[in-house]
């Protein structure tokens, strides 16, 4: 059974960098999306950042440009993202979230694009 599991979050000061990764068990990830989310207190989940199959383009929400990095290795099954410059405003919950059905998501930071999702991984940024 596929199962996605988040790593990597923290407590972390303002302007430091964190390094989370999301690793699938009993799949291979070579062909499907991924996509990472996150959950701010009291808000809906937005998505944060996007990665395609063999291509690997990437796409991010304004928030984040320029600060953080999404990246693959589907000989280890595992996504990273990389965030650097952290603000206050990036604290949450963060999802990395799978897609199997058909090719490419209409939209990418949609929920409802995805299949499979992680528990998730706190990220505090807070001096």
């Known amino acids: 059974q596929l199962q996605l599991v988040e790593s990597g979050g923290g407590l972390v000061q303002p302007g430091g960098s964190l390094r989370l990764s999301c690793a699938a068990s009993?799949?291979?990830?070579?062909?499907?999306?991924i996509a990472w989310f996150r959950q701010a207190p009291g808000k809906e989940r937005e998505g944060v950042s996007y990665i395609t199959t063999i291509s690997g383009s990437t796409k991010y929400a304004d928030s984040v440009k320029g600060r953080f990095t999404i990246s693959r290795d589907d000989a280890k099954k595992k996504v990273y993202l990389q965030m650097n410059s952290l603000k206050a405003e990036d604290t949450g919950i963060y999802y990395c979230a799978l897609r199997v059905r058909g090719r490419r998501p209409t939209t990418w930071d949609k929920e409802l694009e995805y299949d499979y999702w992680g528990q998730g991984t706190q990220v505090t940024v807070s001096s």
């Open positions: 009993e799949f291979t990830l070579d062909y499907y999306p």
